[in-house]
């Protein structure tokens, strides 16, 4: 174990090795890994080397905390081959963990290939590079992402085709997993363009959030020992299992389930008010409606 900057390097049960934060006191893809986690959870969730492979024109992703660039450099990685031209946005409150992370990059293992690429962002906060068959532009926007997303004047954000979610978790972070937030994420999709969220949570709570804030939502691919996480998009085509009545049912009978209007984590049960909205669009999405 090794310790710098406020992180260290821990060891896995399965081997592999991951970054902790100290003052989160939360470590990244803590049970399988970095790279076998972003895999399960994005590459193969997202299809993102099909859809890359079929798109035309640019493919824009947004890396929603860099953390230590596990998700971007495996979603690199898992796509070389194909020819479409990629933009990634990574979004983040600090670059320490990715400083911290590229000293340690033998034990971590996933920047082999991408030493430039990362230099490159942290020198510039912006890289363009080519990568296997198609050019890569990666930039880097620092500050507070809620923030961000709720600035009606900044329009220079193009909208996404995929969003990796990866913030900390809402206790810890509660900012990041308010219903407004995904909201005026949503307001910011293109309706003509498919995008899809996955994230490693599958709380009531969360997935409420989601569905008010204008999302189809359905259950996530298994990663670890996390035998469900959570899927959303801006069309039902890239949901291949949606949420339905016998989940409904759940949310309603469940004690945490209200989403955070809010950056105070707390848990309560659905209100009156939010279970008529939460029928109602799930009524609406069953019978085809946005």
């Not at 033998?106 to 906060?125: C, I, M, Q, R, W």
Request: charged content about 20%; some cysteine.
């Amino acid at each position: 174990m090794q310790a710098a900057a406020g992180y260290q390097i821990v060891k896995l049960a399965n081997g592999t090795h991951s970054v902790h934060s100290v003052a989160e006191r939360e470590t990244f893809h803590p049970v399988i890994g970095p790279v076998a986690e972003a895999e399960a959870l994005y590459v193969r969730q997202l299809r993102l080397p099909e859809r890359l492979a079929a798109h035309t024109g640019e493919f824009v992703i947004w890396d929603v905390g860099l953390g230590a660039a596990a998700n971007v450099l495996t979603v690199l990685r898992a796509t070389r081959e194909t020819k479409c031209p990629l933009r990634i946005i990574s979004f983040d409150r600090t670059w320490q963990a990715l400083h911290f992370a590229r000293e340690h990059a033998v034990s971590l293992g996933y920047f082999t290939g991408y030493e430039n690429a990362v230099g490159e962002l942290l020198d510039k906060h912006r890289a363009r590079f080519t990568d296997g068959n198609r050019e890569v532009t990666w930039e880097m926007r620092l500050g507070d992402f809620p923030s961000l997303m709720a600035d009606v004047d900044n329009n220079d954000l193009p909208a996404p085709h995929a969003i990796l979610f990866d913030a900390y978790s809402p206790a810890k972070n509660p900012a990041m997993w308010t219903q407004p937030l995904f909201a005026n994420i949503f307001r910011r999709l293109d309706p003509a363009r498919p995008c899809a969220l996955p994230t490693y949570s599958r709380s009531t709570m969360l997935r409420v959030a989601l569905l008010l804030a204008g999302f189809v939502v359905g259950a996530g691919h298994a990663t670890g020992e996390k035998e469900e996480t959570t899927i959303a998009a801006n069309t039902l085509d890239l949901i291949s299992e949606p949420l339905d009545q016998k989940w409904l049912r759940r949310a309603r009978n469940s004690t945490s389930a209200e989403p955070m209007w809010e950056p105070v984590y707390r848990q309560a049960p659905l209100s009156d008010e939010t279970w008529k909205r939460l029928r109602n669009k799930l009524n609406l999405t069953r019978n085809g409606g946005s």
